[in-house]
C-alpha cells in the first residue's frame, strides 16, 4: 500500500486519537509500509500535514495545550465520542507496545506572541492593527476581558486623487475608514471553549464596524456551532497560520455602524486604545503637504509586522509556535 493508505489503516486499526509518532510506530509495527531511505517520521508528518490542507474528508484532527496534533477518521467520530473531541474529559492515550515512541513535551508559546503574525495577516489585507494592552488600562478588574479587544484595525480607502480624497472626506468622513476589532486566542478545543471566546468577541467588539474572533487552532468538531454563532450574532472567525499568508477567513463578520459612546468609553480608560484613535484622526486630517510623513508616523506606531516566509519561519521557531504542518 501507499504511505497515504498505510496511514488511513493505521488510524482505523488504533480507532481513536493519535499523533504522528503513533502512526508511525503503528505502521512500521504491521509493516504496512517499507520506508526505505525516506525519513519515515518526516513523511508521515508531512503526509497527515497535505490530506488536512487537501481537506481531505477523510480525516481530521485536534491540538490541546502542550501537544501535538491528534488524528482520527472522521467514520469513526461518533465511536470516539464528542466528548473527548472537544476536551470535556481526560483523554488517555495507551501504549501499543513497549517500543512506543511518545512526543516530547516543548515549550508551549505565548498568546501574545500571535498578535506579531496577526498584524502580518492584516497588514497583507491593507489593515493597520495595534495591540491593546490591557493592563495599561485605568480600571484593571477580572471584567476587562470583557472590555477591550485583544487588537484593533483599520482599512482606509485608498483613493489616490488629492481631489477625491478631499471630496469624500467633505461628504462624510466615515466613509472612508472602516474599523475592526479582534479576539484573539491560542486554541479552542471545546464547546465551552469556544461560547466563551465567542461571547468575549461579541462584546469587545460592540464599538467597531467588524468583530471577529481569531485563533491559531479550532477542533473541527465545533465547525456546525461557529456556523450557528455567526450567523446569529454577525461576529467574524478567522484561523490564523505560522504563516499569516495561509490564514482563513472561516466566517465573514457583519458590518455594523461605529459605536461612539463605546469608542469614548475605551478612550477614557486606555491610553493605547485613546492613542489610536488620535493617531487615525491626525492622518485623517492631515494637509496633503504632510500626509505621506502622518502616514509613516501611523505605520510606526501600529504592531510590527513580518513579510517574507523565512522571518514568519525564524519568529515562530524563536516563540515556539508550531510550524511543522503549517509552512
Known sequence: MTIKEAILKSLD???????????YNHIIEKKYYDFGSRTPITTVSSILGDLIRDSDSRIKRIRRPGETYLYYLTKNESSIGIEILTGATELILEEKSSNLLLPK???TYEERSLHTLLSSYLK???IYSKTIFHEQSSNRDANQIWTHPDMIGIKFLNLKSKVSRIFLKTVSRMDTFELSSFELKREINSDTDLKR???QAVSNSSWANYGYLVAF????????EMARLNQSFGIGIIKLAANPYQSKVLYQAE?????FNTIDKLCKINPEFEKFIEQVEKLMTAEDRYYKSTEK??????????LSDSEFEKYCKESYIPIRESL
Open 197 to 199: 471566546a465567542f461571547f
Open 255 to 259: 458590518f455594523r455602524e461605529l459605536d
Open 297 to 306: 508616523e501611523f505605520e510606526e506606531f501600529c504592531d510590527h509586522y513580518l
Open 124 to 126: 497583507n489585507t491593507e
Open 217 to 224: 487552532d479550532f477542533n473541527s468538531a465545533l465547525e456546525e
Open 13 to 23: 486499526d488504533i480507532h481513536a486519537l493519535a499523533n504522528y509518532l503513533q502512526i
Open 105 to 107: 513535551k516543548s515549550k
